[in-house]
């Protein structure tokens, strides 16, 4: 290791010592030359040594004078490249005004020259400048003519900065894929170059946008392809970043064993060096890993002391990030009230950071005026120049006057034309417009009354198949219980063998009592008579009453019923919702079987109430499972050989709906049910 550091010291200190034997060698040959267009090539050669060696000062003394002697030669190539290095200077000092001033003197100067390749280096520059501004618009103009005279020629060098320049634009403009595919060009020329820095700058860029675009498998590759990079005397602040980075890429597809490998690793070291923004990044991902594994006390301990850090080095996009795990951690923990503050933290700092990544267009984004005089232009050529221009002047006068003469004449002609046409035309597109407008009219009329059709239809349907049910469903129940009556009348069976039959009496009357009491609430939903009266109530209580009227059937068929329901509070219609809630709960206990238990319970989740009722029953399959929520389309009867309506779970969704709720369902056929019903907890705000 001791050999590599050496070597690299030793390599470092001889390319120093090369450019100084080259600038050295160029400082003595300039001062022997003569006044003359060889001297402005050698001055330029040591301007463009000295800028690679950031001896910006020294470099600026020799512009000066090369420019001054590129002027009185009327070397136009030698002040178009001398304006280009000190613009290069004043960018590497941000004085950005006085850079593009420069680069609008060259690039005047290479047109008059038609050097392609010199106007799209200024434009490359000038790009990467209004990019650094927030000017991200004109910087991406820039940039992109200059590409293609970069490409046609293989400017390996300025095609990786004009690419890098142009991923940036666009990522900072939030095209996403455009910033990909600009940084995977950028790091294939960077290959070809060997630029090791740029390459690991790119593979690292390209990672991160692979996670923004939630690739995460593509986004570990490329981190994994950064640390094969990474030198480790060099680059550890780059490997303390990358870890945690990996880590939380695998957590986001729950690889738990490799996210956590990654996780701790990551912040071994970054503890290692010292590195707080590592230190940070880990233990924010750490907590999460430890949030999802249910290890929420450790997950605490973790968030307590990245919420410091983040503080301490005010890192805001991992403080936000802190904050959203925080407020995760106190919901489980049923700690709402610290919930609800980390909450507030969390959508102020995210509005403070969605600002500040706005792009920052700035206030004076005008382009520069090009200088037009030239202050060392001999005062001869200027009055030759002067009155040429002037005799020009005149001939092109004559030829403007001649041909203003005619155009005024073809105006004059062509708008007696249009004004004829347009009063031609005025009437008939008045009466195209009141067509257009009746034929509007009519169509909607069309539309509306197709749509109350196809309604009337679906509704005729549905009726043809309730009077089927109600006609087959209740002559069975009430002849049932009339033989029985009978039976008892004409003493054809003895009290004790008609008690002995009550139960079976009993669950006839209520299923004809479940029957009346579905169509009912169906018939009122349907005629559009149901108003919800929305109040605040304890959904307990609501379970509570409801499962005591299961209570029989439950002990009848040994089902397990368990109660996990708590003490919260809802707002809808309470005679809505407890029609609903004994609608799943009839439901569970109708197909269960002998031992199977069914669950209620009540949680929050994202400010609402959500109610699940869950058996270990028969299941339904899932064909049958898009028909529940249909009006009369579905029914099958119990695992007791108890009937049904097939309405009761389309008046749940009705029911639901009007009060600002939504309910579904997770089935596995021999395995059980789970209905979920969303509530608002509070009264939703207009």
Known sequence: MKQLITLAVLCSSLFCFSQTIEIDSLM?????????SSKVDTSLRLVKALYEAKSYKKALTYIDNTERLSKSLNHTK????????????????????????GYNKSRKYYRQLGDTLGIAKVNNSIGLIEIKRGNYHVGLENSLSAIQTFETRHLLDELS???????????????????????????????????????????KNIALLYSERKEHRRAIEYYEEV?????????QALKGEILPRIGSEYLQFKDYEKAADYLVDGLKFNRKIKNDDGILRALNAVGELNMQLNKVKLAELQLDEAYTIASRVNNKTELLKNYRLRKELDSTNGKFQNAFYWQGKYFELKTELDKANQPKIPIDTDIIKEEVTDDIV???FNAIAIQEKEQASKEELKKLKAISYILIAAFLIVSTILLLIYLKRKNTLKFNEELKE?????????????EQTKHLEEINKVKDRLFSIVSHDLKDSISSIKGFIDLLKEDSISREEFYNLIPELSENADNASSLLFNLLNWSKSQ??????????????EVFHNKMSLV?????????????????????????MIEIVIQNLITNAVKFTRVGDVITVSNTDHDGKALLLVEDTGVGISRENVDKLFQNGTFTTTGTNNEKGTGLGLAICKELVELNGGRIWVESTPNVGSKFYVELPKIKPTE
């Open 28 to 36: 003595v040959q300039l001062a022997y030359q003569k006044q003359d």
């Open 78 to 101: 030698g002040i178009a490249d001398v304006n280009y290095y000190k613009a290069l200077i004043y960018s590497q000092n941000n004085d950005y005004y006085n850079a593009i001033d």
């Open 161 to 203: 900065s004009a690419y890098n320049n142009l991923a940036e634009a666009y990522y900072n403009t939030f095209q996403i894929d455009k910033a990909l595919e600009f940084n995977i060009k950028a790091l294939n020329v960077r290959k070809q170059l060997r630029d090791s820095s740029g390459i690991k700058t790119s593979t």
């Open 227 to 235: 640390l094969s990079l990474i030198n480790p005397n060099t680059d």
């Open 378 to 380: 001999d005062d001869d």
């Open 438 to 450: 009746k034929n509007e009219q009519i169509k909607l009329q069309n539309e509306v009354f197709s």
């Open 527 to 540: 005629m559009q008579n149901l108003e919800p009266k929305p109040e605040l109530f304890n959904i307990q």
């Open 551 to 575: 209570e029989q059937k439950v002990e009848q068929k040994r089902i397990v019923l368990i109660d996990e329901s708590h003490r919260d509070f809802i707002y809808a219609d309470k005679r």
